[in-house]
């Protein structure tokens, strides 16, 4: 039982290119979510997911996509970087819909846009 | 609109000593409270919760957080302070039935020798 897994852990980015940072869980569970993580900020939600197919905006949506074809997979893209973007990225999971439920964190991506 | 505030960056404390990371939030609702501890270079890692129920939550690693709702706060507690313990401590809050949680700023713990 991996739990939450982000790659890559590390990666440097040219303004204006596009990537992906992918996580995955082997915890067969249906939330999922994407927070960026800066200095004196805490953690900020980007997009979250309640199950395959279903996806929604979190508070820091712009310049960021995602989809959600399978309950294991939530990759997130950055469709244009920009040194705005440098931040560490952590995926999360946690089981069912409840609201009462803890979120499992991956090891997170540390990110670079030059 | 939900909110939480950590009101200092940094606690400091001496190595057996007891200590206590603030935590205050504002929710429409019932609150879902929630700490999470971060170690350099990890993830969160859940620490402890406040559903419903007893106003003194237990969790791991000897922590508990006391739920005060007429302060609105919900304090992390640990009679006995370890060097270990030095970590990002984040208090988060979810309004009850409300899909998105929002986290503190963070308050670094440092637990001195």
């Known amino acids: 039982n991996a739990g939450v897994t982000q790659t890559p852990k590390f990666q440097v980015l040219k303004t204006g290119q596009s990537m992906t940072l992918q996580c995955a869980q082997d915890m067969n569970h249906e939330y999922m979510s994407w927070y960026r993580q800066d200095p004196g900020m805490g953690l900020r939600l980007i997009h979250y997911s309640v199950g395959a197919g279903i996806t929604d905006q979190g508070e820091v949506p712009n310049g960021y996509n995602v989809s959600r074809s399978t309950t294991e997979d939530f990759p997130l893209r950055l469709l244009s970087a920009a040194p705005s973007q440098t931040s560490v990225y952590f995926c999360?999971?946690?089981?069912?819909?409840?609201?009462?439920?803890?979120?499992?964190f991956g090891p997170g991506t540390r990110l670079t846009v030059l | 609109a939900q909110s939480v505030a950590q009101p200092e960056d940094q606690v400091n404390v001496a190595e057996g000593n007891p200590l206590t990371v603030k935590c205050t939030y504002s929710v429409s609702g019932n609150p879902y409270l929630f700490w999470y501890v971060q170690y350099p270079n990890r993830g969160l890692q859940f620490l402890l919760k406040?559903?419903?129920?007893?106003?003194l939550v237990k969790g791991s690693y000897g922590f508990e957080a006391e739920f005060n709702k007429s302060q609105t706060s919900f304090h992390l507690k640990k009679p006995s302070a370890l060097v270990s313990d030095s970590a990002l401590y984040f208090c988060a809050v979810r309004d009850g039935g409300y899909q998105k949680v929002t986290f503190g700023t963070g308050t670094k713990l440092q637990v001195i020798p």
């Open positions: 406040y559903i419903t129920g007893d106003n």
């Open positions: 999360a999971s946690k089981p069912g819909r409840s609201s009462y439920n803890e979120q499992f």
